[in-house]
């Protein structure tokens, strides 16, 4: 094996295994449910809801424009 073909193996290796760790730290991460979006439990998406329909209820009709 050439020292380029080294470098260019050596060089894949590290890129792989830095994604490979990356994906892994961030899984460990997300685990914790602290570290997670509000909205995503079912708590979150009531309160969503619950928001959306107070907002549909205090609309009021636009008056026409003038053209």
């Known amino acids: 094996m050439s020292t ?3 470098l260019v193996s050596n060089n894949m290796l590290l890129l792989i ?6 994906i892994v730290a961030l899984l460990w991460f997300l685990r914790k449910p602290s ?5 995503d439990n079912e ?3 009531q309160l969503d ?3 959306a ?3 549909a209820q ?3 009709e ?3 424009t003038r053209r």
Request: a positive charge.
């Open 53 to 55: 329909r107070g907002n």
């Open 17 to 22: 295994s830095g994604l490979v760790v990356a």
């Open 4 to 6: 380029g073909d080294y």
């Open 62 to 64: 636009v008056p026409p």
């Open 43 to 45: 708590r979150g998406r």
């Open 49 to 51: 809801e619950e928001r």
């Open 35 to 39: 570290n997670r979006h509000p909205m």
């Open 58 to 60: 205090e609309t009021t």
